[in-house]
């Protein structure tokens, strides 16, 4: 194998993984393991004495549950008293020395591998695969990590991954590597900062989590997270099997509502379908001798299963409403939304997302592959910071996350009718530095004059009483419904620091051009310094915090 420096992305997640590195184009793209599959099922069966992941090892949940496992990253990081047994997992978990882990049959006997033993055998074959079709070693790889892990999980992942022979450059928040797989604000420059609010929404086998960035001059500053890991993809499988099991048992009086076997059987063939329900309006299901030797064939259409799954959208509607509720934000006020996640294939989700950000202004972003985004904007990370030295990568301005202070109130000028214009927005990671440009108004002004303020963030709900309706001769009076408008503005607050400077070259109007610059530093200390091109005069003003 040839010397390179060859970093990959590596989403590794409950349900399954995917690998992204950087092709000859230099464009970040997923590859395909052994089986031809980019998504990666994370699941770990022993055959024998040999292991095999991925789909092989996903379809022997049913038949092998005593040499299977599956879900197991979501025990990372636990102790077993609040280790998980996820639908779908196929060992149970059992207690070695208070952390969660897994019995298996192998030849020799029985043996027991903790989360984290499993996830560096699963690691080391996404590293063999990664290496085979790429045809070179692994240098390293950048790693997405939920909103909700804890230091601790974070650590094990990492001591997994190296376990398994990668070295881990760094571990990026998933909300984060979907905005840079995006591109969200990467060609800012002071100038031209490109600020932005945006939202991820992440939809995958079992959880769903929901990040509010703000990116400020390509920064991302993680503003609230919210989630719940008790809803996702596997929430719309659990709703088709008990619609399916009520068929079976009405066709065939065979009740399989408590037949382990069964069920699993059927958790494998309901997960196509609902696949398959996200491209066509219908979808067949069929699962070979589900119980009793009888075999089971069904079809459910995409109106059946949005029905059916009303209960697991109205639980995704209650993250969002959190996460918005965290932020003081209104939904109005969200510039971008990405979609990120296996489930947010399904065509009803990006709808009832539009439903909740409506905004004429609030673009949804999703027309990359969703379940692909997350290891991409890792492979693009990784050829950021491929070559910096270890504390360049943790001191990198690239867009990492930023757990930087940032600032609490909007910084800005008030304009000729006396509203509050923003130049710093709330919410931009510190330290941070914004420059602009204005012109003299008169001729032979002597002095230009600044004023910073502080914004305060204002949500009103203002209700607009509906035009009285012109009523036909039989019809009965009736009370129209009043129109709640929200708007969401900053109010001017506290002065922080006034200027003036004195002109040189401002004999007519717009002759000399004045140039702002300000600072703010990590202790929200702010500088303002105001010069006039070809002029000799510098003005320079602080405020401390
Ligand atoms: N085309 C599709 N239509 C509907 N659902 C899909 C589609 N493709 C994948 N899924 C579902 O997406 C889920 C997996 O998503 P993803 O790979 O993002 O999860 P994960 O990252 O492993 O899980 P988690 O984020 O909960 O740790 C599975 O439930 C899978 O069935
Ligand atoms: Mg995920």
Same mark, same amino acid.
């Given at each position: ?13 409950? =349900? ?5 590195? @950087?092709?000859? *184009?230099?464009? #970040?793209?997923? &590859? !395909?393991?052994?089986? $031809? ?126 376990? =398994? ?5 760094? @571990?990026?928040? *998933?909300?984060? #590597?979907?905005? &840079? !797989?995006?591109?969200? $604000? ?142 003081? &934000? ?216």
């Amino acid at each position: 194998m040839s010397e390179s420096n060859t970093i990959i992305g590596i989403n590794f997640g409950t =349900a399954y993984t995917s690998i992204a590195y @950087l092709n000859k *184009e230099g464009r #970040a793209d997923c &590859l !395909a393991n052994e089986e $031809g599959d980019r998504q990666i099922a994370s699941a770990l069966a022993f055959h024998g004495d040999e292991e095999v992941i991925g789909s092989q090892a996903k379809s022997d949940i049913a038949r092998h549950p005593n040499h299977t496992i599956a879900n197991f990253r979501a025990n990372l990081g636990k102790s077993f008293a609040d280790a998980v047994n996820l639908t779908g997992s196929a060992a149970p978990v059992v207690d070695k020395n208070g952390v969660p882990a897994y019995e298996i049959e192998l030849p020799a006997g029985k043996s027991v591998f903790t989360a984290q033993e499993v996830s560096a055998k699963f690691l080391r074959h996404i590293r063999e695969s990664a290496e085979a079709f790429l045809g070179t070693a692994i240098n390293g790889a950048v790693m997405a990590v939920p909103s909700y892990f804890t230091e601790k999980q974070r650590e094990e992942l990492v001591a997994a991954a190296e376990a =398994a022979g990668i070295k881990v450059v760094q @571990l990026v928040h *998933e909300s984060a #590597a979907a905005a &840079l !797989a995006y591109g969200v $604000g990467q060609n800012a420059s002071n100038k031209d900062p490109q600020d932005k609010t945006i939202v991820v929404c992440d939809l995958g086998g079992h959880s769903f989590d929901v990040t509010v960035l703000a990116v400020r001059s390509g920064m991302y500053t993680v503003l609230a997270t919210a989630h719940d890991t008790k809803v996702g993809g596997a929430s719309f499988d659990d709703n088709l099997i008990k619609h399916f099991v009520a068929e079976f048992q009405k066709k065939s009086k065979v009740d399989i509502s408590s037949n382990k076997k069964a069920l699993a059987k059927l958790r494998n063939a309901v997960e196509v379908t609902k696949k398959m329900l996200s491209s066509g309006n219908s979808a067949p299901c069929f699962v070979e001798s589900l119980a009793d030797g009888v075999d089971f064939h069904s079809n459910v259409n995409r109106m059946r299963f949005e029905m059916l799954s009303k209960n697991v959208f109205s639980q995704l509607q209650t993250v969002i409403g959190e996460v918005l509720e965290k932020t003081n &934000l209104d939904a109005s006020e969200i510039d971008e939304v990405l979609l990120a996640g296996g489930s947010a294939r399904i065509p009803k989700f990006a709808l009832k997302i539009r439903e909740v950000f409506g905004g004429e202004h609030t673009k949804i972003l999703n027309e990359l592959e969703a379940d692909e985004v997350v290891a991409r904007g890792c492979a693009i990370q990784g050829s950021l910071v491929s070559g910096f030295e270890k504390e360049d990568i943790e001191a990198a301005i690239h867009p990492v996350v930023t757990l930087a202070p940032n600032t609490t109130k909007a910084v800005g000028v008030i304009n000729a009718k006396g509203e509050f214009v923003t130049v710093i927005p709330r919410g931009t990671a510190l330290p941070t530095r914004r420059v602009f440009e204005f012109s003299n108004s008169e001729a032979n002004q002597t002095h230009a004059y600044i004023a910073l303020f502080e914004g305060d963030h204002i949500v009103e709900k203002v209700e607009v009483k509906a035009e009285p309706v012109q009523l036909e001769d039989d019809e009965e009076p009736y009370e129209e419904e009043p129109e709640i408008l929200t708007k969401v503005f900053n109010k001017p607050a506290a002065q922080l620091v006034e200027a003036c400077l004195p002109l040189e070259n401002a004999s007519k109007p717009k002759a000399s051009k004045i140039e702002v610059q300000i600072t703010v530093d990590a202790q929200s200390n702010l500088t303002l310094i105001m010069r006039e091109k070809n002029g000799s005069k510098v003005v320079k003003v602080e405020a401390k915090k």
